[in-house]
């Protein structure tokens, strides 16, 4: 297939090699990508992006799956349980599960459509590069709103969030954005850029883990790459108090403080939670009259589902990674790179209640299986 440079000049097409699929350029996908860094954009009560992705799904089941792929077995259980399990708390708990549930539809749906090879991944890593540089150029210059002066806002709203949204959507665009190294750095520098302006301290640490698996920890079996993986984020948690509040952070601990608090009180919530857990939505606490989400994702996501939620999201998370563990130690650097993605995520929900069940987790596991379909030349059966 020729290489095309630019993602604006080459119609749909159907092809039967998955390598070439996943090459493929979609003016479609590249747009509808584009618009997932708009963290704090609504149509009509509604996040533009979870718009944008609805349409980007609704668009995937108009096509066919590239070369027959069909999605893995495992994921198809595990998304199944997860939407179920949840559906189920949300039911017997009576509270109002349908906006929340629908989310959660979406995120099933990008993972199909990624995992399938129904969306270009050259296209989507290139759409994501433009977002995000976008976005954060005009975050500098002050344009989509200023919500924590001296942070890196904008239209990625708060920093911390938004850091969660450059360090997984950031390496995803480095590596599938363009094969070329010149290009790849092109998009390095100011998503890199991005992470320090947004000055979040665990954001900067999915940074850092990130460059560490694409250098180092892809290079190790899939036994060793877990461990190493797990040992990362257990790091994450585990910082001594004074490494995480010196020098340009010294004056964040007031806001450590409140942390605490919220993360004790998530605890008290869990305390009392059944099996299936509160229901989906109901990942907040009230301290003194105000009401915060969960600051802690791994929490938040047993206060909606129970440990049974936050085992089928993990479960998912490794599937994903694990299956480009050959690819990765082969040299394939969008597989390590697909799988510093998940890193990041699993990084970040360490201090943000909205990143296991956010899109990111969905866009970086939907990477990963689409590039797994690339170790597969020749797929036979539909998908």
């Not at 070369?67 to 998304?79: C, D, E, K, M, Y």
């Not at 890593?125 to 433009?130: F, I, V």
């Not at 608090?261 to 109901?282: D, F, H, K, M």
């Not at 999201?313 to 040299?331: K, P």
Request: net charge neutral.
């Amino acid at each position: 297939m020729a290489r095309i440079d630019s993602p604006w000049n080459l119609p749909d097409k159907t092809v039967e090699r998955a390598d070439e699929a996943d090459r493929e350029i979609r003016i479609t996908d590249f747009a509808l990508m584009a618009s997932l860094p708009l963290r704090t954009v609504e149509v009509a009560g509604f996040p533009l992006n979870e718009l944008t992705m609805a349409a980007l799904i609704g668009l995937c089941l108009l096509r066919p799956a590239r070369g027959g792929a069909r999605i893995p077995a495992a994921v198809v259980l595990v998304l199944a349980a997860l939407f179920g399990l949840l559906l189920y708390s949300g039911v017997v708990n009576q509270v109002d599960w349908t906006r929340r549930m629908g989310h959660v539809a979406i995120l099933a749906g990008l993972v199909w459509a990624f995992s399938t090879g129904r969306v270009s991944l050259r296209s989507a890593g290139a759409g994501l590069a433009t977002g995000l540089v976008a976005v954060m150029a005009l975050a500098v210059v002050g344009i989509g709103g200023d919500y924590y002066p001296g942070r890196l806002t904008g239209y990625l709203g708060d920093p911390n969030a938004g850091a969660y949204f450059i360090a997984v959507l950031g390496v995803l665009a480095v590596f599938f954005c363009d094969d070329r190294w010149k290009v790849r750095l092109a998009v390095a520098v100011p998503v890199v850029a991005g992470l320090v302006l947004s000055y979040s301290r665990t954001g900067l640490l999915a940074g850092a883990f990130a460059i560490v698996w694409v250098l180092l920890g892809r290079r190790l079996g899939a036994a060793g790459g877990a461990a190493m993986a797990f040992g990362l984020v257990w790091l994450v948690d585990n910082i001594p108090q004074g490494l995480t509040t010196f020098g340009p952070f010294s004056d964040r601990s007031g806001s450590d403080a409140l942390r605490d608090r919220i993360v004790a009180q998530e605890r008290v919530e869990l305390a009392a939670a059944p099996w299936y857990g509160n229901g989906p939505g109901t990942a907040t606490v009230n301290i003194r009259d105000l009401e915060f989400f969960f600051h802690n994702s791994y929490l938040a996501t047993r206060q909606e589902g129970g440990w049974g939620a936050l085992v089928l999201v993990l479960a998912l998370m490794v599937l994903a990674f694990l299956r480009l563990s050959r690819q990765a130690r082969a040299g394939d650097l969008a597989a390590a790179g697909a799988q510093a993605a998940i890193i990041a995520v699993a990084v970040m929900a360490v201090t943000l209640g909205e990143v296991l069940l956010d899109t990111p987790m969905a866009i970086a596991v939907g990477f990963a299986l689409g590039q797994a379909l690339r170790a597969t030349p020749e797929v036979s059966a539909d998908g």
